[in-house]
């Protein structure tokens, strides 16, 4: 589903992939949605919450938080792209897209999961306001401005399948964040 999409990969096909009979593909899960749901939730705790969890430390000062997520996302783009030979955008964003008007759980976890993401960057912002590095009105409004450029971006650089869109990302933030951009 990363690779190519949820609504192109069939149930054979993911039981070929994982080398089941497909009887044992439904003793566990009763659709794709119910695979999926799982696959999203197994992604999250194993993937996902680590490594956000690490970028996001509270050790670091809350700019920084953000900036190094700008970076590490750049490098992760560049990797995704000498390993593939394309840009995979998380899947998140690409079930979330795919499947948003046409399954109302998927949307929901999606969702549930986009939102888990975006209290790193609200905490990432509210610390960098009461640690004095920026100002902001709405923590909330700053921390979604910054959200929608790393989905933006991530987006042009997937249709563009050029990891240097993702190079302009920490520019970005610092712009958002009312902060002097500094070149790479």
């Not at 712009?175 to 951009?181: A, C, H, P, Q, S």
């Amino acid at each position: 589903m990363w690779e190519r999409s949820y609504g192109m990969v069939t149930i054979d096909q993911i039981c070929q992939q994982a080398d089941v009979k497909k009887g044992s593909f439904y003793y566990f899960y009763q659709s794709k949605t119910e695979l999926t749901l799982d696959a999203l939730e197994t992604y999250w705790k194993t993937n996902v919450q680590e490594k956000m969890d690490t970028v996001f430390s509270p050790s670091k000062n809350g700019v920084d938080r953000l900036l190094d997520h700008a970076d590490i996302v750049y490098e992760k783009t560049l990797k995704l792209k000498a390993e593939k030979g394309k840009i995979l955008a998380c899947c998140l964003f690409t079930v979330g897209q795919e499947m948003c008007n046409v399954d109302q759980d998927l949307r929901n976890m999606v969702n549930d999961l986009l939102s888990r993401i975006m209290r790193y960057f609200s905490t990432a912002v509210r610390d960098a306001v009461s640690e004095g590095l920026i100002q902001t009105d709405d923590v909330e409004a700053t921390a979604a401005c910054l959200f929608s450029c790393y989905e933006g971006m991530f987006s042009r650089a997937r249709i563009a399948n050029d990891p240097e869109v993702m190079k302009d990302l920490k520019a970005s933030y610092q712009r958002i964040l009312g902060l002097k951009t500094q070149l790479a």
